[in-house]
């Protein structure tokens, strides 16, 4: 049984720094994609990042520049350093896998059949 374990929200003031981590049990971590999204009050969840099994990542527009994702397969955990952070970036965030090492889905657009945790609450004041 897959289960996401996300830890490190908080609330923290315009231009300072969060480290979300995420731990991953059930799965064979290093051979799976890991991402990061989040959901605002009242508005879609939405992609922030991603971090391929290789090493190789991807971020949304938004976040590119402020936030890191890494990875350490020995520990099964996948890491969000969040810095520079705005008011915007209030979101429940959640961590996610794909449901298997050979899904073809666009991960970044879930279709229902990621693996989530239950999320960390990140609050950014002005």
């Known amino acids: 049984q897959v289960q996401l374990v996300e830890s490190g929200g908080g609330s923290v003031q315009a231009g300072g720094s969060l480290r979300l981590s995420c731990v991953a049990t059930g799965l064979t971590f290093s051979s799976y994609r890991m991402g990061w999204f989040r959901q605002a009050p009242g508005k879609e969840r939405e992609f922030v990042a991603a971090?391929?099994?290789?090493?190789?990542?991807y971020y949304v527009d938004s976040v590119k520049g402020r936030f890191t994702i890494s990875r350490d397969n020995a520990k099964n955990t996948v890491y969000l350093q969040m810095n520079s952070l705005k008011p915007e970036d209030t979101a429940v965030y959640y961590c996610?896998?794909?449901?298997?090492?050979?899904?073809?889905?666009?991960?970044?657009?879930?279709?229902?059949?990621?693996?989530w945790g239950k999320g960390t609450l990140v609050t950014v004041s002005s």
């Open positions: 971090i391929r099994s290789g090493g190789s990542t």
């Open positions: 996610a896998a794909p449901p298997s090492t050979s899904y073809s889905g666009t991960f970044s657009r879930p279709d229902g059949l990621h693996y």
